[in-house]
């Protein structure tokens, strides 16, 4: 493999300190206002708009710049019912059926959650987020990915800022095992199933959880 050509770096502009912080203190209040949505509208969300924070979330940094992400942006009702209808046999497993030891589902128990997963269906846009674990050469040959788990969750993590910057509500849903999504959705094997995100306009009436985050103390260590 050829090394690749080099550019001048273009588009950072260092900042003032004090500018910085402003930045970054504006950045948590608008961050600080995200939260995890279950009560969807069915309100339509513009395709376009989906595409810009797809864009933004394959800009994130990756292994060997492989970008081994694949998001399948799914719209049609019939295949949300039939990923709703897929998912429900796995949480039903899960929540009644004595897949989950009771530690977790105590751990689960003050957000109220359960089998039933009517946002799969109701919102507008399912984005399937699949892990590339390698890809295929022309001439079919294995070629591995690196670091697919770290650089799929970044760019999720990018991609869940973005849908938010742009006024959209998300939902991350993670059913176990999600293999039936390959099938359901024409994916290959060298793709595993990482989450689906749920995105949306939240309901009128739409509540969350009355919960807060660690503070600075409990989730960082500065060494100085």
């Not at 493999?1 to 950045?27: C, H, I, K, N, S």
């Not at 030891?101 to 269906?121: C, I, M, S």
């Not at 939902?171 to 359901?184: E, G, I, K, Y």
Request: proline share 8%; aromatic share 8%.
């Amino acid at each position: 493999m050829t090394r690749a050509d080099f550019v001048p770096l273009a588009g950072y502009r260092a900042l003032p300190v004090e500018e910085m912080r402003a930045e970054a203190q504006g950045f948590l209040e608008r961050m600080r206002k995200r939260r995890t949505v279950r009560d969807f509208s069915d309100r339509p969300v513009p395709r376009d708009v989906i595409e810009q924070c797809l864009l933004a979330a394959g800009t994130a940094p990756n292994g060997a710049n492989r970008q081994p992400w694949r998001f399948v942006v799914v719209g049609d009702p019939e295949v949300k019912q039939q990923i709703r209808r897929e998912a429900e046999v796995e949480e039903r497993a899960f929540y009644t059926g004595g897949k989950a030891p009771q530690e977790w589902l105590d751990a689960l128990e003050h957000l109220g959650t359960d089998e039933n997963k009517p946002f799969l269906e109701r919102a507008p846009w399912l984005i399937v987020i699949f892990a590339e674990r390698y890809e295929l050469s022309p001439g079919g040959q294995k070629v591995k990915n690196y670091y697919v788990t770290e650089s799929v969750g970044i760019a999720t993590g990018i991609l869940i800022t973005a849908l938010h910057h742009a006024g959209l509500a998300t939902l991350t849903h993670t059913p176990s095992p999600m293999n039936f999504l390959n099938d359901l959705l024409g994916r290959p094997d060298n793709e595993r199933p990482f989450l689906i995100l749920v995105v949306g306009y939240p309901e009128d009436d739409a509540t969350v959880p009355d919960i807060t985050k660690k503070p600075i103390e409990d989730i960082a260590v500065f060494l100085e």
